[in-house]
């Protein structure tokens, strides 16, 4: 761990609210614009993918704000897995914390939430005082809740970290709304641009009650690259 940041260890819980997108990558995008490490490019499988921006109020490392490119399933230990292979956050010991816990290579940025026009939420991420990811959200509809433990199969991200695999399978509950995206600008340099792409699903989500518990970790000897 960087000096001076300490280390908060699994399981995590972390309440907040944001937003999440829905999208199917095609193959051809996900190489090229999705940031996968050249050791995940030829186990890459496809699926559903999702852009996910969150403002969490509360965390084991404080409250922080997060935004994430999954850009859908990876072959993983005879098994498909989704992955993280973009990632900011607001704080340096979310950066640290979540790659020693669970190998998710996060990035600091700046982050801004914002009260937009009739009830629309304005969100920017900088890097050295320049957004590169402004998006305007509009929520509308009904709030529906929603659990993961009411679905039949777990959701399991997959890391890689040197030699080893390390496999999470987050849990939690939270309501959530209908969205969509008024304005959006992405600077493909630093995160995929999917501006030209239109989500199956956009939500709001708020009241969000999520658990982030200890990693198992798998011990892969053929992995000749270090993903750190």
Same mark, same amino acid.
């Given at each position: ?15 907040? +609210?944001?937003?999440? @997108? ?5 193959r ?13 490019? +030829? ?6 993918? $999702? ?6 109020h509360?965390?084991?490392? &404080?409250?922080? &704000?997060?935004?994430? *490119?999954? %850009?859908?399933?990876?072959?993983? +230990?005879?098994?498909?897995r989704?992955?993280? $292979? ?18 998710? %290579?996060?990035e600091r ?17 900088? @890097?050295e ?13 009904p ?7 009411? =679905? ?12 080893? =695999? ?7 509950? &939270? ?11 992405i600077? &493909?340099?630093? *995160?995929?641009?999917? $501006? ?6 956009? @939500?709001?989500?708020? +009241? ?12 892969q ?7 750190l």
């Amino acid at each position: 761990m960087t000096e001076n940041i300490p280390y908060v260890p699994a399981p995590w819980s972390l309440t907040g +609210d944001g937003y999440i @997108l829905v999208y199917r990558f095609s193959r051809e995008f996900a190489l090229q614009h999705g940031f996968i490490p050249p050791q995940q490019r +030829d186990t890459f499988k496809g699926g559903l993918g $999702t852009v996910m921006i969150v403002n969490y109020h509360s965390s084991d490392v &404080g409250p922080y &704000g997060e935004l994430l *490119f999954v %850009p859908g399933l990876f072959q993983m +230990d005879g098994k498909s897995r989704f992955s993280i $292979t973009k990632i900011y956050v607001s704080t340096q010991i979310s950066v640290n914390n979540g790659w020693e816990n669970w190998a998710i %290579p996060k990035e600091r940025a700046d982050f801004d939430f914002r009260q937009g026009p009739a009830r629309s939420e304005l969100i920017s991420v900088s @890097l050295e005082g320049t957004p590169f990811f402004q998006m305007q959200m509009q929520p509308y509809g009904p709030q529906i809740p929603v659990n993961t433990a009411w =679905l039949p199969i777990k959701a399991t991200l997959g890391q890689y970290k040197m030699h080893t =695999l390390m496999l999470t399978a987050p849990s939690g509950k &939270g309501r959530v709304q209908l969205a969509h995206i008024r304005q959006a600008n992405i600077n &493909g340099s630093s *995160f995929p641009d999917v $501006t030209p792409l239109k989500p199956l699903l956009a @939500l709001k989500a708020a +009241d969000v009650q999520l658990q982030f518990p200890v990693a198992d970790v798998i011990t892969q000897p053929q992995l000749a690259q270090d993903t750190l």
